[in-house]
T-cell receptor
């Protein structure tokens, strides 16, 4: 079974802090994704990566950056956390040669910025 | 451009009665379509997927969905609701384009009344 893990289930940070969210997958997937989930808005793509050291902006990249130094690990960075970044963050991975583009999700990190 | 619309943000059914969650999509290319389920405080789990094979797709836990190209719909159904089906359901579309972009619907919360 594919396993996608996220470093924290719940996180509370203060405004202005630098925040790191870590995601690790164990299936050698090339593609990895970061989403945020907010009530009534569904999932919105922040960034994705299709290879080590490669990254592409998603629909809402402002205020975020990412790092992919190893294939299995994809980090989301909030350079200076703000209250409007309070949300559920979901990481996903997929295998690009699987043409159905099925994504496998981690359990999520619920981030609260106070 | 591709988009997906989930027509109901909330659906309430009695236990043992049929479930219908509606999804319409638009896509310039041949789409792949998915339904994911999210139980409270959990990540997303794939229920079923359509990838241009049989138009009636069977998934886990007794769910199924039918791809209707003429109606651009991919509605999710189950003959008899169970209490454990109470969750949020997301319809997702992707296409066989240059990169792996998926678009999520805004979700439908299913309430099952005993």
């Amino acid at each position: 079974d594919v396993k996608v893990t996220q470093s924290s289930r719940y996180l509370v940070k203060r405004t202005g802090e630098k925040v790191f969210l870590e995601c690790v997958q164990d299936m050698d997937h090339e593609n990895m994704f970061w989403y945020r989930q907010d009530p009534g808005l569904g999932l919105r793509l922040i960034y994705f990566s299709y290879d080590v050291k490669m990254k592409e902006k998603g629909d809402i990249p402002e205020g975020y950056s990412v790092s992919r130094e190893k294939k299995e690990r994809f980090s989301l960075i909030l350079e200076s956390a703000s209250t409007n970044q309070t949300s559920m963050y979901l990481c996903a991975s997929s295998f690009p040669r699987n043409k159905s583009y099925e994504q496998y999700f981690g359990p999520g990190t619920r981030l609260t910025v106070t | 451009a591709q988009s997906v619309t989930q027509l109901d943000s909330h659906v309430s059914v009695s236990e043992g009665t049929p479930v219908l969650l509606r999804c319409n999509y638009s896509s310039s290319y041949s789409p792949s379509l998915f339904w994911y389920v999210q139980h409270p405080n959990k990540g997303l789990q794939l229920l079923l997927k359509y990838t241009s094979a049989a138009t009636l797709v069977k998934g886990i836990n007794g769910f199924e969905a039918e791809f209707k190209k003429s109606e651009t719909s991919f509605h999710l159904t189950k003959p008899s609701a169970h209490m454990s089906d109470a969750a949020e359901y997301f319809c997702v579309v992707s296409f066989s384009g240059g990169y792996q972009k998926v678009t999520f619907g805004t979700g439908t919360k299913l309430q099952v009344i005993p």
